[in-house]
């Protein structure tokens, strides 16, 4: 398949929008992550993005929305809480899992009976959205298993070939994922760790949030255990995984920057190309931004070997780099 790269004039996000009404995909760009967007009431269409991406079928997308008052043909009932969320977070890089309206398919939901749905801040993503006259249904546009692309070359090196078009935007603001929220039950959890943290939607709300235990479970073989089931069905498959080995080195700062220096010396030694990820002290922002852009780069220079600076994870940003860090790592971490 011939895969359109277009830049983001006027006529050709109306040509994209176009695609997606016709049951086409199309990536685009989002604050958060490149999307592989369908049209989410077309089956067949939100059928086709599971084969580009080889996804499994059983992992829900999220539904994305270019008004507020979207959410209400979703949804049967449009609460408090998420009336609280949507005016403190939309638009923005929150997901909110809801009980979905009859009528959506189930290949878009994975066969749930909820529904992620998104109302993104970025202008072109809506722009895309209104224009189509659709809800798209779009999970990152990465080949499944791949890191997140945050660039628009990230997404012509998974998909072209594979998919109509690539919406070529900027990079992306955000770097990670949404938040993911489910606000189905009395608490609301959190099922994926975004840059919006647990503090920012206890304050919106005036109510606790927990986080589904699944995301402190941090060895592999605790997913194959039985009666591991993480909420969100994309939370258990192997994610964000460099071509290279990757080991996380956790403790104080300076030992952690010896330790990077001795192991990379040592494999530099054994004439290992080695690539490091190291942030500064709490730019917990910049690392979301830029953390998914360097697996890619690496992959890209071939390294053997990434020795990556574990963040402090009671700050909530880091925290939410550090979920992806350590599965991208395969939770190899060495304490110092
Ligand atoms: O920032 C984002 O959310 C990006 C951009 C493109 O909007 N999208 C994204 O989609 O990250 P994806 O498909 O890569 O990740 C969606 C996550 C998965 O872990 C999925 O299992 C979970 O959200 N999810 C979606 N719908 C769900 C539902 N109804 N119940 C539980 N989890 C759900
Ligand atoms: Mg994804």
């Known amino acids: 398949m011939k895969t359109e790269l277009l830049d983001l004039t006027t006529e050709n996000i109306e040509l994209a929008a176009k695609m997606i009404a016709e049951g086409k995909l199309v990536a685009f760009p989002t604050e958060t992550v ?13 059928g086709k993005v599971y084969a580009a991406k080889g996804r499994p079928s059983d992992n829900p997308m999220i539904v994305h929305i270019a008004e507020k008052a ?45 529904v992620g749905v998104r109302m993104p801040s970025d202008e072109t993503a809506r722009a895309l959205i209104r224009k189509s006259g659709c809800s798209i249904a779009a999970p990152s546009a990465n080949i499944s298993g791949r890191p997140s692309p945050t660039r628009p070359q990230h997404v012509v090196e998974d998909l072209d070939g594979k998919i109509d078009a690539i919406l070529m935007g900027h990079e992306c603001q955000v770097g990670i994922e949404s938040t993911v929220i489910d606000v189905t039950g009395d608490v609301p959890i959190i099922l994926r760790p975004g840059i919006i943290t647990q503090k920012e939607l206890e304050n919106a709300i005036g109510q606790k949030v927990e986080m589904d235990p699944a995301l ?30 990757m080991m996380i080195i956790s403790g104080e700062i300076t030992k952690v920057k010896t330790e990077i220096d001795r192991l990379k010396s040592e494999n530099e030694a054994e004439g290992k190309e080695v690539g490091v990820i190291l942030f500064e002290d709490n730019q917990f922002r910049e690392a979301a931004h830029d953390f998914f852009a360097k697996l890619r ?9 990434i020795l990556a600076g574990a963040l402090d994870t009671n700050d909530g940003v880091g925290f ?13 971490v060495i304490n110092v």
């Open 297 to 305: 780069e690496f992959d890209e220079k071939a390294v053997d070997l």
């Open 320 to 332: 939410a780099v550090m979920n992806r860090m350590l599965k991208s790592a395969g939770y190899s």
């Open 70 to 114: 979207d959410l209400a043909r979703l949804t049967p009932v449009v609460t408090d809480v998420m009336n609280a969320l949507m005016k403190a977070f939309w638009p923005g890089p929150l997901t909110m899992v809801v009980s979905k309206m009859p009528g959506i398919p189930d290949a878009t939901t994975g066969g749930l009976d909820s």
């Open 216 to 245: 402190f479970v941090n060895r592999p073989r605790d997913v194959s255990q039985p009666g591991f089931k993480p909420k969100a069905p994309g939370m258990k498959y192997k994610h964000y995984a460099p071509k290279a080995e």
């Open 34 to 46: 490149y999307g592989l967007g369908a049209d989410a009431m077309n089956s067949s269409a939100v």
